[in-house]
């Protein structure tokens, strides 16, 4: 497993070592990333760091070979870095230099990048010299198999790594540890780069609880447990045909992935209605969700059956039905009514007209009244709720009478007026 942390340290050990040699410096920073941040860890890198600090003194290594040559021809060493390692030793050779890889590990730039060159660019150097380029081998995955899932997300996203899971069973890992990595442990990969984990769900899964589930509703939600089934079939006075009875093991079980879970399913058992019609709806309801069925209601208008009892059931009395099945109780909102308004004061033909759309019986009742002649002056009944079609008779004023004495009154029919 990589150690950033110790990484970090070698750099800042070689810095204080004076070592400038990149071969060397490259050394450190692998020996800090393997042996880590601990105190030995660090122990060990000052070591390596001294050594290497007194090699450096001792041998001075040649940063450029010049190939042997009686007339040397100069050019100007290109800025290769930031560019892909190919793309920087093909400018190289296009003018005559030659090129030498170093790898170096880097939390901050892509794999196969130039990072760092030697000569720098813009130095007039011999044709066929060699330039060193130090190429990123981006970050080394590492290996977080076996790890519970957040302790591997926070190693990977700690090093600059995204992360995305899928599941997956297994007899060996435990729940939730790391089964496989992908890429493998020790890969280098650019910063930024994702890392595929699969994760152990166990080996064990619970049986789910599918009592009173349509038998394919409840194979469909065992297999997508991951366990098998298989069907048994019995009688049942309290399950609607087709549905499950019972589980083998019973839900809430824990049992091997790949388990056979019996389903004993219903094969009903029918059974007749009995007959509500005439009860009131709530006693109606309850006798029938007694013996397991389902009810539904519907309100109609009914002269004859009083408002919130039965008129009549569907499928009717004697009917031969399984558990579960729907039964429709049509229910009495009672006698229909209608608003009938206040006519008084209308003209007749105006009041008529109005009864007539609402589909009331006109009758018009001529008598002599101080109102204007053809105004309603009274009607029957009086305004309110009435029965739809009913008789609505009209007195209409004759206009005032010019003799004392009693007012005579005559009906004639609304049609002849």
């Keep these: 497993m990589v150690s950033i942390a110790g990484l970090v340290i070698a750099d800042a050990l070689g810095s204080r070592r004076g070592i400038q040699d990149v071969d060397a410096l490259n050394r450190l920073r692998i020996i800090g ?19 290497e600090a ?25 800025k290769v870095t930031g560019i892909a390692v190919a793309s920087a030793e093909t400018v190289l050779t296009s003018i005559g ?16 990048i130039v990072i760092a060159q030697k000569p720098s660019d813009g130095e007039t150097v011999p044709k066929g010299t060699v330039v060193i380029l130090s190429v990123s081998l981006g970050l080394v995955v590492p290996d977080v198999r076996n790890l519970p899932l957040a302790d591997a997300i926070t190693q990977l996203q700690a090093i600059g790594l995204q992360v995305q899971s899928a599941n997956e069973r297994s007899s060996t890992v435990p729940k939730d540890a790391i089964i496989r990595q992908d890429p493998p442990p020790g890969s280098n990969v650019s910063p930024g780069s994702t890392v595929t984990l699969t994760v152990s769900l166990g080996a064990n899964v619970t049986v789910p ?16 447990a991951g366990l098998q089934t298989r069907l048994a079939y019995e009688a049942s006075g309290g399950i609607n045909k087709g549905f499950v009875i019972k589980s083998d ?12 879970v019996t389903l004993t399913v219903s094969t009903g058992q029918d059974f007749e209605i009995p007959d509500v019609t005439g009860q009131l709806f709530e006693d109606a309801q309850q006798k029938l ?5 389902q009810v539904e209601r519907e309100d109609q208008n009914s002269d004859a059956v009083r408002e919130g009892f039965v008129i009549r059931q569907d499928p009717p009395a004697k009917t031969s039905v399984s558990p579960n099945s729907v039964v429709t109780l049509f229910v009495s909102k009672g006698v229909p009514v209608v608003e009938l308004p206040d006519l008084r004061g209308q003209p007749f033909s105006d009041a008529r007209e109005t009864l ?6 006109v009758k018009r009742v001529d008598v002599e009244d101080y109102q204007p002649k053809g105004t309603v002056v009274d009607q029957e009944p009086k305004a309110g709720k009435v029965p739809p079609e009913s008789q609505v008779t009209l007195y209409v004023s004759t206009g005032p009478a010019y003799q004392s004495g009693e007012i005579e009154e005559h009906s004639i029919d609304a049609s002849d007026a």
Excluded at 54 to 78: D, G
């Design 97 to 112: 230099l030659q090129s030498q890889r170093q790898n170096v590990i880097s939390s901050k730039t892509a794999q196969d």
């Design 33 to 51: 990333a393997v042996v880590g941040a601990s105190p030995l860890g660090i122990v060990v890198s000052d070591f390596v760091a001294q050594r």
């Design 54 to 78: 007194q090699s450096s003194v001792a041998v001075q290594t040649t940063t450029t070979i010049t190939l042997p040559t009686t007339t040397q021809t100069m050019v100007q060493v290109p």
């Design 356 to 361: 007539q759309d609402l589909d009331f019986i």
């Design 289 to 293: 969700q007694d013996l397991k069925l």
């Design 249 to 260: 093991p019973l839900a809430g079980t824990s049992v091997a992935f790949g388990t056979t």
């Design 209 to 224: 609880n599918v009592v009173d589930v349509r038998v394919a509703d409840a194979q469909a939600q065992l297999q997508a």
